[in-house]
């Protein structure tokens, strides 16, 4: 029997939620409008879900479907990030349990020093789950970096020339590990002084130092007590000063190039920043 039709999804994606969580009822649409992704909280027999679900190129939905799949039972175990209840990968679109709490990020929280050695404690948790040789990570990173380099953007000229040249050194090969991808406040729930993560679209197998960038590059600007107590609670720190500066320049130009694509100014101008403060040596 089907439920109300809910937004943003698809009639195969409705037609799977129906079949899973019949009478469903939508408590909240959560969905973003850039990355086109739905995200809904249900409510069915007494409980809340969530339910997230992809247009068909949204490559992000089958790394998530994966990371549930793979590494993050060992959080949702532990009621650090959600537990996997369905997925149907062919329709992009999976179902979670509902983590309560709020997001750290514009609350105190995201300031308290506290939350941060948590935070630190729960990367650890995936991080140290399993690791495998980098082989040629290194290169197909780069390679990355200089595709968007070729792409769109508004870096200038002379940048894009600092860039590439920094590009062309070669770099050590890193053990690689389960990560986030993009760990920071925003994904990061905080319930009664309990932190969990949510949010594993660009969850993937990288040297264990890129999870730090986000954080690099906004909340430990300034506030050298977060990172202080973000590396106690992690157990260390992952980093190593030329492979992190090839992982800052890597991230700097991604965020700055896919943001120009998609029309998010403010994220551009975070990524020039980013470029600028790694070119500097800050």
């Known amino acids: ?11 195969g994606q409705q037609a799977a939620v129906d079949t899973w969580f019949p009478g469903a009822v939508l408590v909240a649409d959560h969905s973003w409008p850039l990355p086109g992704r739905t995200v809904l909280r249900l409510h069915h027999q007494g409980r809340d879900l969530v339910v997230k ?14 990371a549930h799949s793979e590494v993050v039972a060992p959080l949702a175990e532990r009621a650090l990030a959600p537990r996997l209840l369905r997925a149907a990968p062919s329709l992009r679109l999976l179902a979670t349990t509902w983590l309560p709490g709020v997001l750290v990020e514009g609350t105190p929280a995201e300031q308290d020093p506290q939350v941060f050695r948590q935070a630190g404690r729960v990367l650890a948790v995936l991080h140290a ?46 053990t690689l590990v389960p990560t986030h991808g993009d760990w920071q406040p925003r994904n990061w729930l905080v319930d009664d002084g309990r932190v969990s993560a949510i949010d594993f679209g660009r969850t993937d197998w990288r040297p264990a130092a890129t999870d730090l960038a ?11 007590d977060l990172e202080r107590a973000f590396l106690d609670g992690y157990g260390g720190d992952p980093r190593e000063p030329v492979t992190w500066r090839r992982d800052r320049i890597r991230d700097a130009i991604g965020t700055a190039a896919w ?13 020039h920043r980013m470029i600028a403060d790694v070119l500097d040596g800050s």
């Open 1 to 11: 029997m089907s439920g109300a039709a809910l937004p943003g999804l698809h009639p």
């Open 53 to 66: 679900a992809g247009r068909p190129d949204d490559h992000h939905m089958d790394r998530e479907i994966a």
């Open 259 to 271: 943001a120009y694509q998609v029309g998010d100014v403010l994220f551009e101008q975070e990524g």
């Open 214 to 224: 986000r954080l690099h590059a906004r909340q430990f600007r300034g506030r050298p």
């Open 129 to 174: 789950q399993r690791s495998r040789p980098g082989d040629d990570h290194e290169l197909r990173a780069d390679a990355r970096s200089l595709a968007w380099l070729r792409g769109e953007h508004r870096i200038a000229d002379e940048v894009v020339a600092r860039l590439r040249a920094e590009l062309a050194q070669p770099v050590p090969a890193r």
